[in-house]
């Protein structure tokens, strides 16, 4: 089993940071990505930002120049820095993981979501 516990959401005004994080634990291998989605009230899951074990990050275009994923390999944690929230940010946002149970064993995991919301 693998489990995915994402903190760090909640309100915030327009201009303003967040920080989340989200730790895998369980029957962990190796993680290969993680990255974040986002889904707002209404409409589909949204890729956020990825990022590969050895770092390579990739962003949407919404994200580009204000989010910043990053991840610590040993505490099997990634992490996303929201600056410059904008009303439009409000969503649930989930992490996920690509995860090796063992050399033949490659899943994805998801975290429970976490509410943010950018009042105006």
């Known amino acids: 089993q693998v489990q995915l516990v994402e903190s760090g959401g909640g309100l915030v005004q327009a201009g303003g940071s967040l920080r989340l994080s989200c730790a895998a634990s369980g029957n962990i291998n190796r993680i290969d990505d993680m990255g974040w989605y986002c889904q707002a009230p209404g409409k589909q899951r949204e890729l956020v930002a990825t990022i590969t074990r050895d770092g390579t990050a990739n962003y949407s275009d919404s994200g580009k120049g204000r989010f910043t994923i990053s991840r610590d390999n040993p505490k099997n944690t990634v992490y996303l820095q929201m600056n410059s929230l904008k009303p439009e940010d409000t969503a649930v946002y989930y992490c996920?993981?690509?995860?090796?149970?063992?050399?033949?064993?490659?899943?994805?995991?998801w975290g429970q979501g976490t509410q943010v919301t950018v009042s105006s």
């Open positions: 996920y993981a690509v995860v090796r149970t063992s050399y033949w064993s490659r899943g994805t995991h």
